[in-house]
């Protein structure tokens, strides 16, 4: 994106503040008008007490004063304003970008680190801070004195008008040759900031393990590394800015010289007077200061440019799917959930799911089993609409669900996942995710029936308890059952388990299940599971393979069928074939499998 199209975006990014900014632009173009009155008035006042001007120079003075005054009344008021209108709208864009994140699909946020978004969103926003306060207090106003004071130089004497225009055309050179020079080099420097940042938060977010596997030194030596490629990369830059500021100092000397020698020359010819002298060095030495500030913005828009160019990526990012304009809130649904003839493709080659059909009736169990990549999650994922289907239709009570707004689908729907997660707020508030305005009655309940109550009352602040970061300050069951009483409080009619005990022990996994199947009662629940013991009471097993469902039955329809769910169980179970019996021998949960 070129640095003119990029700072359109930026302006455009103002919203309900451009008013605002268009009467602060129209402010700078008059304060730009009238500090030309300071040098005219002073080059006049010169002619006056060199008697080669007949005015008095006391009505000058008092102008002098009266311009000098608005534009000191002014500017604060200009630049005071700019301050507000520019802290406003960066809390305005942060809060809008943050929620628009939030809104991209799990696909997004599984590709791009959370450490880089953070350091993207903050980045990002301060820098569309700074360059409005920049362009509202000082850069418009400097590029408008520039326009203004050419023209204005060329009416009074176009010889000495001239020396100026030659400084505008070797600021702008040594500028854009700068620019062109560096652009690459200034990207490749904020990738390595991202690299930075994402390298840092891994590590933090990893502290057990960076510790326990003695991982301290390899891991600062690691960002030593490339802090140092970030800094090989960084000096040149610098080093061609600095260099564009050591000529253009050297070039404005010059140029006050060269005004100096022609208006001494003129003078002798008799072509022009001291006063405009004086006035053309005032000239050069306000539009050498307006360059300079001009130079500055370049340069700041430049070393911005490929911070708001991550910003706007990610800002033009969209979402995997959206309400339709016709979308409906059903209120609360019963729970029929219908799959026809789903299909769908992550990369547009291999079917992640293909032909789905299944159906599952208000209070059914639907357990889904099948290896690894076999379609389970993808399935349920599309239920819940983080992705939509190629082909086919999901309806829930009858209705599509892309019919449906998300708000009104996601909150018919609870979801149990294999890793709780919570946030780094109390427990109360990790509770309230599921219903906001619950109660501390509600809150106590759904706890009791979670099998959560006693660890709670049991914590140093009860439920005003801190969970931690991901909620390490608690074990892996009481983030599970608090999960679970999560999910009750939102009481939702379709209900997700996601590998709910798999990462359990035995003693807690029992805990849990009880909670699970507290949880479970009257609600039409789809079970993702590995463990086939946890699904032994499913009204119905879905087998996945290869994106299709190729078994479907209870589970002792499935063993008595022989087929692959018989195959899974027999090898997950480790049992031996009895012979006299015509059963397996029980698993340490007590279930046997017919041979």
Known sequence: MSLFRLYTRVLKLLGKEARLGLILAIANLLL?????????????????????????????????????????????????????????????????????????????????????????????????????????????????????????????????????????????????????????????????????????????????????????????????????????????????????????????????????????ALHNAGGISVGEIVMFVSFATILIQKLEQVVSFI?????????????????????????????????????????????????????????????????????????????????????????????????????????????ALRRNIGVVFQEALLFNRSIADNLRVGKPDASAEELAQAASRAQALEFITHAEHGFDTNAGERGRMLSGGERQRLSIARALLKDPPILILDEATSALDAVTETKVNVALDEVMRGRTTFVIAHRLSTIRNATRILVFDGGRVIETGTFDELVAKGGRFADMARAQFMLQDSASTGLQAPDSDGIAVKA
Not at 129 to 150: D, K, N, P, Q, T
Not at 153 to 171: D, G, K, M, P, Y
Not at 339 to 363: C, I, N, Q
Not at 377 to 405: C, E, N, W, Y
Request: aromatic share 10%; glycine share 8%; with cysteine.
């Open 299 to 407: 340069n700041s828009l430049f070393m911005e440019a490929p911070r708001l160019n991550e910003f706007f990526t990610v800002l033009d990012a969209v979402p995997a799917v959206h309400d339709r304009l016709d979308a409906i809130d059903a209120g609360r649904l019963k729970g029929l959930v219908e799959f026809r003839d789903v299909s769908f493709s992550y990369d547009g080659k291999r079917p992640a799911v293909e032909d789905l059909t299944f159906t599952a009736l208000p209070g059914e169990t639907i357990a889904l089993v099948g290896p690894t990549g076999a379609g389970k999650s993808t399935a349920i994922a599309l239920l819940h609409r983080a992705f939509d289907p190629q082909s086919g239709v999901i309806r829930i009570d009858g209705m599509d669900v892309r019919g449906l707004k998300l708000a």
């Open 32 to 264: 730009a008008a009238t500090q030309f009155a300071e040098p005219v008035l002073f080059g006049r006042i010169v002619d006056v007490l060199t008697g080669e001007g007949g005015a008095s120079a006391w009505p000058l003075l008092a102008a002098w004063v009266g311009f000098g005054l608005f534009t000191i009344v002014a500017s604060a008021v200009v630049a005071l304003q700019a301050d507000r209108l520019a802290h406003r709208q960066r809390q305005a864009v942060l809060s809008g970008y943050f929620e628009h994140i939030l809104q991209l699909p799990l696909t997004f946020h599984t590709g791009t680190h959370s450490g880089r978004l953070m350091k993207v969103m903050l980045n990002g926003t301060d820098a569309l801070w700074r360059l409005w306060v920049g362009f509202f207090r000082e850069h418009f106003a400097a590029i408008m004195s520039v326009v203004v004071l050419l023209p204005l130089s060329v009416t009074i004497n176009w010889r000495l008008a001239i020396l100026l225009f030659a400084l505008c055309v070797v600021f702008t050179v040594l500028t854009t040759l700068v620019v062109r020079k560096t652009y690459g080099m200034q990207n490749e420097v904020e990738a390595f900031y991202s690299d930075l940042s994402a390298r840092a938060s891994d590590a933090l977010g990893n502290v057990a393990l960076v510790q326990s596997f003695v991982r301290v030194d390899a891991e600062v030596q690691g960002l030593r590394g490339v802090a140092g490629q970030l800094l090989a990369v960084q000096l040149p830059v610098l080093s061609w800015w600095a260099l564009v500021s050591i000529i253009t100092k050297a070039s404005t000397t010059i140029t006050i010289l060269a005004i100096f020698a022609v208006g001494i």
